[in-house]
């Protein structure tokens, strides 16, 4: 039989950086043969030989030789080839990315999508126990989506093969170099810290860390460097948000647990059927737990408006009286409502907020520099303002938000009068209310959840939308 032609870098067209790592990035290709898409993981030789990887390479290429026969759940290494500077490892294409831009947009997932992607993750770390691997480095960042949103794990190279001559020996390594972690802080396990060997219940630490971020938008071990992180992990300090799940709560504390031996699954004499048997997966089926769910995040506080209603129907909870909030949700309510008759709307009478005359916008900025917000807009123009509560997940700071010229939308610390950020402008910037007190600020990157508690969500989203008109009026006519 005659063997299959040796690949080069030539069989592929290579098309943009999909992926970098410490020693190694990652391109889009396309196989020039059969069009189909891959991804190739590119090592430099002499950036490796440098930096003492080589085993990290080959550990990785091992794992992955390991679990090439497994249909589901990791990356799968096609083939590997070389030239005189290069490594290339060509790997499956997870066409929708990494987990972490999806909790970084969404802020945190539903419970629905919460509990599928944990299932996924139990059911991927069941195999890597059958085959004797540890990944230790479990995280977001190394968790993909395929073009199915199915999870593919990823990065062996931290891996541990159990009864490996070559693992024996760089335990050997790590014991003459302490604190030699490398990898991300917020998720690493004690035993790891503490230079103790690694066990399978290394992952389920990481796997807990992992569904608190998916339920409440952050990791549960947060500080300003990572040293305060790691005390922060040996002290096992860490807290729940208000409005976490009483299962995911259950499950997340059983499995973040200081003894490695008293994490739940670790002593399972088939992995992990104690895990499968919490009750936050009560209603899985283990042997086919269906399609994925819609990637939707988690909105407390926030009701869902879609179920039906008879919508001339005053509603008893009402109190009489017509203030502003009642009239912002009115409003809402009418923007919101689908109708077969489209309401005429009348003249609108009120200028444009971001009409202004130059000498108007002067006599305004020389006003405005008496004001402590001034010297936090790079000089220019605020056009609204006000406090917000900016959430990410279940955790929320407030901030004043400050709508100017430019355009920009500032988000300021009021306490500490600090700059956190802004929010990015855009053509695809669109804006959403949710009820009177909620709306989003749509990016392509991210979405804004903010909840404004004097109830003018209504008057904040028509504020940006006409800055956005003024500065995209083509965009914002399509």
Not at 123 to 139: F, M, Q, W
Request: charged share 25%.
């Amino acid at each position: 039989m005659t063997p299959p032609p040796k690949r080069s870098a030539s069989d592929f067209v290579f098309g943009k950086v999909i992926g970098e790592g410490s020693f190694s990035t990652v391109y889009l290709a396309k196989d020039i043969h059969t069009s189909k898409e891959f991804a190739i993981k590119v090592l430099e030789k002499r950036h490796i030989i440098r930096e003492k990887k080589m085993e990290y390479v080959s550990r990785e290429k091992k794992v992955l030789q390991i679990l090439s026969p497994c249909a589901s759940h990791f990356v799968r290494l096609y083939c590997t080839f070389q030239d005189p500077e290069r490594l290339y490892f060509v790997l499956t294409y997870a066409k929708n990315g990494e987990l972490l831009p999806h909790l970084n947009k969404n802020g945190s997932f539903t419970i629905e999508c919460t509990k599928y992607y944990t299932a996924e993750l139990v059911l991927a770390l069941e195999v890597l126990n059958s085959k004797g691997i540890i990944h230790r480095d479990l995280k977001p960042e190394n968790i993909l989506f395929d073009e199915n949103w199915h999870i593919l794990i990823t990065d062996f190279g931290s891996a541990k093969i159990l009864s490996s001559n070559e693992d024996r020996n760089e335990d050997e390594n790590n014991k003459r170099r302490k604190n030699s972690f490398v990898g991300t802080a917020q998720y690493v396990s004690p035993e790891l810290l503490k230079d103790t060997e690694a066990v399978f219940a290394s992952d389920l630490w990481a796997l807990g860390c992992i569904i608190y971020q998916m339920v409440s938008g952050l990791p549960p071990f947060r500080a300003g460097s990572e040293y305060l992180i790691f005390q922060k992990i040996l002290k096992l300090e860490y807290e729940f948000p208000e409005g976490f799940d009483q299962t995911a709560k259950d499950l997340v504390e059983k499995l973040l647990v200081l003894s490695p031996s008293k994490r739940l699954g670790a002593t399972d004499s088939q992995p992990y059927t104690s895990i499968r048997q919490h009750e936050f997966f009560s209603d899985i089926d283990w042997d086919n737990i269906g399609p994925p769910p819609r990637i939707i995040p988690y909105l407390p506080g926030c009701s869902d408006s879609s179920g039906n209603r008879n919508d001339n129907q005053i509603p008893d909870n009402l109190e009489p009286g017509l203030d502003h909030e009642k009239a912002s949700r009115l409003q809402l309510d009418m923007i919101c409502q689908p109708s077969s008759t489209p309401t005429r709307k009348k003249s609108e009478t009120n200028k444009n907020i971001i009409e202004l005359e130059p000498a108007e916008i002067e006599r305004r900025l020389e006003l405005q520099k008496m004001d402590k917000w001034h010297n936090l807009v790079e000089g220019n123009l605020i056009l609204k303002q006000g406090l917000v509560d900016k959430r990410k997940g279940l955790f929320a700071r407030r901030r004043m938000l400050l709508l100017t010229r430019g355009p920009h939308l500032y988000y300021v610390d009021p306490a500490t009068m600090t700059l956190k950020g802004e929010i990015p402008w855009g053509a695809e910037l669109r804006t959403e209310p949710k009820n009177f007190k909620i709306f989003f600020v749509h990016t392509p990157n991210r979405t804004y959840y903010l909840e404004d508690p004097e109830g003018y969500a209504l008057e904040w989203c028509k504020a940006i939308d006409e800055v956005r008109a003024f500065y995209y009026p083509e965009q914002s006519q399509s």
